[in-house]
């Protein structure tokens, strides 16, 4: 992959770590880091890693080369993610981060006052 086309890669999965951290308290950073295996930023890390690939069309290849993770890795998950959907709340929230992404990245102009994550149903504790 050429150079900026992995750093465009890496700045569209910062972005949805930004929006994800915002949203749960949690600095990008810290989701972003590899290192960091805490429950609550894994599962943070994992939702980035959804947003990325369901807003910003970015195959799980390319996610896995921008956080340096494995492409299986990032496919479980983002399955995971997909699983937690079921519930409403849950699936209200992530609707309301897709949102924020599309604004953010210039492909949609529409935003609603921001919604409070699922606290009780977000496994990330």
């Not at 699983?83 to 604004?103: A, T």
Request: hydrophobic share 40%; with cysteine.
């Amino acid at each position: 992959m050429e150079r900026a086309a992995r750093q465009k890669d890496e700045l569209n999965v910062r972005l949805a770590a930004g929006i994800t951290g915002f949203s749960l308290g949690i600095p990008s950073e810290a989701i972003l880091n590899g290192e960091q295996r805490e429950h609550r930023i894994a599962r943070a890390r994992q939702v980035a890693m959804y947003l990325s690939h369901v807003v910003l069309g970015m195959s799980l290849a390319r996610i896995a080369a921008a956080t340096g993770r494995d492409r299986s890795t990032v496919a479980y998950g983002c399955h995971k993610i997909e699983d937690f959907r079921d519930d409403p709340r849950m699936d209200d929230w992530l609707d309301d981060l897709e949102i924020r992404l599309r604004s953010a990245a210039g492909l949609d102009a529409g935003m609603r006052p921001p919604s409070p994550p699922p606290a009780e149903h977000l496994p990330l504790t």
